[in-house]
């Protein structure tokens, strides 16, 4: 028996990240992912993910890296190579955006943050090297690039999120999705923004590094939190519809055909300006060749990335994510179709070790957000 | 009836010259939430390390192996409906399928009882 995920060879040895312990002592199993022992799964992907679901999921997400760029004209600097209007950022408000190469394609997906000493970024962790790099190739020099690898990054995520944080960080319920905030633990600087890659409501948690393994050990005395692993971070981005770097989209694709135009804001659309904005003005006009869809898939077998599309005997896209879906109890996939075939209920059939499955072109996300938005009527004492 | 073991974690129990394939504990203990598991057809043969069957956690595929050579005589239906099986009773309720053996000398290959733990321990 050979779990087609051993076959990887990593081409470095993998880092410890602050929390490494602290997971193996909570009874995480550990793998290597994006070069970091990283906690897979605690007590199982299902009930892991269904508790974040309905109570809150503590995630270690240090992997990724934490940028803080400072000096004069960031904003406008920043926008040569992302599409969004990051000079109309007000410090506390967050952004997604994405990274942009010469020909359009994306070299990463980002979180941008006006906060009060710069703009704050969160890349993946995966390509942060690279990110680094590029940023300083392309940045003027008057603009210090700050890697805050002293820092660690935890997600708390769920609807009773806000419960549990709000008793250990008084006042974090005041902020709204995509806000962020500075706080003090103790004597602890905390960067807290409200936002995630679950669909639910929650935070993400910037904690200096020597700090986090007492702080995640208050969040975990809450009883609302438990510790979540990578796994079911995967099960509950794919049902949120959420793309994942590296499987999703890759420097392939432009932002039109990973269904990501709104991250490209009006004003850059009318005034062009970033890098790559020949080819993805001209596919927002024109449309493009294909585009990320989801898939509800009949039956009870999974459909994985890399299982090929068809449309009768004609391939006509490829899954680039796919996989069980605990809160729909239903195999769920994400995938490129061209762009013919990307209506919603449009019936095809993809091909799992040699045989025809049916799955049908869906809405995203599978699962609704349940964003905490700003102007949005909260009904109290209604059930959800 | 005698209960063998290979190192890629299936285990065989032998009746004559007939025997029930499942994977072990380790291995459902390893794999996590078993989503979907697919049999062999009745009739189909398989070979000694070859492909015989496959299951799939919340994460991904894997591939179960034909721990001797055989006829496929049952897959075990059940799994179909609940493949969680494989988690609650791996070494009972959620075996995989049965078959004849071909070549009963192929069983000299396998581990006991005890070397698979020890082989287990090492891991």
């Known amino acids: 028996m050979m779990s087609d995920d051993e076959i990887e060879q990593p081409e470095l040895p993998a880092e410890e990240l602050p929390l490494g312990d602290w997971h193996r002592a909570h009874g995480a199993r550990m793998v290597e992912f994006a070069g970091y022992h990283m906690p897979i799964q605690y007590e199982g992907i299902m009930a892991e993910h269904a508790w974040t679901r309905e109570n809150a999921g503590l995630f270690d997400v240090s992997h990724m890296g934490q940028l803080m760029l400072s000096g004069e004209h960031t904003a406008e600097a920043l926008e040569a190579i992302v599409p969004g209007d990051i000079s109309a950022l007000k410090e506390g408000r967050m952004r997604y955006s994405l990274l942009l190469a010469e020909d359009g394609g994306i070299l990463d997906d980002l979180m941008i943050t006006a906060a009060p000493m710069g703009l704050y970024l969160v890349v993946n962790g995966a390509v942060k090297w690279d990110d680094i790099s590029y940023l300083r190739d392309r940045l003027p020099d008057e603009i210090t690039i700050n890697h805050m690898d002293d820092r660690a990054l935890l997600a708390l995520q769920g609807p009773k999120a806000v419960d549990a944080l709000r008793r250990v960080v008084p006042g974090v319920d005041a902020l709204y999705f995509m806000e962020a905030s500075s706080y003090l633990w103790g004597h602890e600087p905390l960067w807290i923004s409200r936002s995630g890659y679950t669909g639910e409501d929650g935070f993400e948690i910037?904690?200096?590094?020597?700090?986090?393994a007492a702080f995640a050990d208050a969040l975990c005395a809450q009883p609302e939190v438990k510790p979540i692993g990578l796994g079911a971070r995967d099960s509950l981005r794919l049902e949120a519809g959420l793309p994942l770097y590296g499987h999703d989209l890759d420097d392939r694709i432009d932002p039109v055909q990973a269904d990501l135009s709104f991250a490209i804001s009006k004003r850059r659309r009318e005034e062009g300006g970033f890098t790559g904005a020949g080819r993805i003005l001209g596919a927002l006009a024109g449309g493009a060749p294909n585009k990320r869809v989801g898939f509800t898939v009949e039956g009870r077998m999974p459909v994985r990335e890399g299982a090929p599309i068809f449309a009768g005997d004609t391939q006509i896209g490829v899954m680039t994510s796919g996989?069980?879906?605990?809160?729909?109890?239903?195999p769920i996939a994400m995938g490129y179709v061209e762009t013919t075939y990307a209506m919603h209920g449009t019936a095809l059939e993809a091909e799992v070790r040699g045989k025809r499955v049916p799955v049908k072109v869906a809405a995203m996300p599978f699962v609704p957000h349940r964003y905490h938005r700003r102007g949005q009527v909260i009904q109290k004492g209604t059930p959800a | 009836m005698?209960?063998?073991?290979?190192?890629?974690?299936?285990?065989?129990?032998?009746?004559?010259?007939?025997?029930?394939?499942?994977?072990?504990?380790?291995?459902?203990g390893q794999l996590g939430d078993i989503v979907f598991a697919e049999v062999p057809a009745v009739g189909s043969t398989l070979n000694k390390g070859g492909d015989a069957a496959v299951v799939e956690s919340v994460k991904a595929a894997s591939d179960v192996y034909a721990p001797v050579t055989g006829t496929v005589t049952q897959g075990n239906d059940a799994l179909e409906a609940d493949p969680a099986l494989v988690n609650s009773d791996p070494e009972g309720e959620g075996w995989f399928f049965k078959l004849t053996l071909s070549d009963s000398g192929e069983l000299d290959s396998l581990m006991n009882?005890?070397?698979?733990?020890?082989?287990?321990?090492?891991l």
């Open chain 1, 323 to 330: 996989g069980f879906a605990p809160t729909i109890d239903a």
């Open chain 2, 2 to 28: 005698t209960r063998y073991y290979t190192e890629d974690h299936e285990w065989i129990e032998v009746d004559g010259d007939l025997a029930t394939v499942g994977i072990t504990d380790y291995a459902q």
């Open chain 2, 113 to 122: 009882e005890t070397a698979y733990k020890a082989f287990v321990a090492s």
């Open chain 1, 206 to 212: 910037s904690v200096p590094a020597e700090h986090v």
